[in-house]
Antibody, heavy 120, light 108 residues
């Protein structure tokens, strides 16, 4: 059974870059799409973007200038970078896989989530 | 961007009751609509995709219906573990994939 685990700092200073990694165990990166999704009390669930096993990316247009997602297939990991963060980026960040191979947009399973706070 | 609205915001019911949750899209999403369940302290999990298809391992008491802009998630007989927040999500017009604000099913 595939499992996803987010890791990274829980506190990021304003204007800095938020960097998170999702480690996939019990399954392969291929041939799925892998997403980052965040959750806040105010804005609810927000999809940030995805990457395929071959490195194809799609981002949320609202964040595309600040987001980069990359994949490391050798280590079964993918990563999120969010630049120039503000307090509005404080959220629980989830990584998730598409439920079926080669499909886009139905997310399961998810990692347990990691709370990232943006504060000085 | 397609905006999803959900109603009611909160549904107060008892175990064994039938739950009916609604999701409305700002424009047609055809049948590209899914439902997720989020229990307290947990990540969301996929219940239903493509309006009416149950995800692997999801019990038969969960069912979905609708098309276009109006959709329904029905839980025929609530079990104690079903008291949670439910979100709809669309993949008809993306990026971005978008989620509704959620309906909380809580104990009456």
């Amino acid at each position: 059974q595939v499992r996803l685990q987010e890791s990274g700092p829980g506190l990021v200073r304003p204007s800095r870059t938020l960097s998170l990694t999702c480690t996939v165990s019990g399954g392969s990166i291929s041939p799925y799409y892998w997403s980052w999704i965040r959750q806040t009390p105010g804005k609810g669930l927000q999809w940030l973007g995805y990457i395929s096993d071959t490195g194809t990316t799609k981002y949320n247009p609202a964040l595309t200038s600040r987001v980069t997602i990359s994949v490391d297939t050798a280590n079964n990991q993918f990563s999120l970078q969010l630049r120039s963060v503000t307090a509005a980026d404080t959220a629980i960040y989830y990584c998730a896989r598409d439920v079926f191979p080669h499909s886009e947009g139905w997310f399961d399973p998810w990692g347990q989530g990691i709370l990232v706070t943006v504060s000085s | 961007e397609i905006v999803l609205t959900q109603s009611p915001a909160t549904l107060s019911l008892s175990p064994g009751d039938r739950a009916t949750l609604s999701c409305r899209a700002s424009q047609s999403v055809s049948t590209f609509l899914s439902w997720y369940q989020q229990r307290p302290g947990q990540a969301p999990r996929l219940l239903i995709y493509d309006v009416s298809h149950r995800a692997p391992g999801i019990p038969a008491r969960f069912s979905g219906s609708g098309s276009g802009t109006d959709f329904t998630l029905t839980i025929t007989s609530l079990e104690p573990e079903d008291f949670a927040v439910y979100y709809c999500q669309q993949r008809a017009n993306w990026p971005p994939f978008t989620f509704g604000p959620g309906t909380k099913v809580d104990l009456e």
